[in-house]
């Protein structure tokens, strides 16, 4: 086999085998579907690898990983007030944000990393009813 050969043949087999990381793309809103005070969408399943754009749509808005609900491993992340984020994912699990201003209003979202199932302590932190409501929702579209 010649050499020019060999390395093709090797850049193709490992250009096939690469995956492309993807970014996706959630909205913080004064008002969506879920109604006053959301990301939308609220819950997202993406791949280790993979970007959220955080745009901040409507003024006032942030988003903020909240302590205790990530992975182990997983790399704090908080947006400046009316500014958008670009956060990659690195670690497998579930991660929990809020919107600082918003948080006792529910706004609340979750990222699901992988194919990992909801923590048992996901939700046992201190979290304001209207977001533990808007939490418990969320949850249920992962089973």
Do not use: W
Not at 13 to 36: D, F, I, P, Q, S
Not at 70 to 89: C, R, S
Not at 131 to 139: C, G, I, V, W
């Amino acid at each position: 086999m010649k050499l020019p050969f060999l390395i093709s043949f090797m850049a193709l087999a490992l250009g096939a085998t690469a995956v492309k990381a993807e970014t996706y793309e959630v909205r913080m809103l004064n008002r969506g579907e879920a109604g006053l005070m959301v990301f939308e969408p609220a819950t997202i399943s993406i791949a280790v690898g993979d970007t959220v754009h955080f745009v901040a749509a409507d003024r006032g808005h942030n988003v903020e990983l909240i302590s205790g609900m990530a992975p182990e491993g997983a790399a704090d992340f908080k947006g400046q007030i009316g500014k958008d984020l670009d956060v990659t994912f690195t670690e497998p699990g579930f991660y929990g944000v809020k919107c600082v201003p918003h948080f006792a209003m529910g706004m609340v979202g979750v990222i699901r990393v992988g194919d990992a199932a909801v923590p048992a302590d996901f939700l046992s932190g201190r979290i304001p009813p209207k977001a533990m409501q808007r939490f418990e929702a969320d949850l249920a579209t992962f089973n």
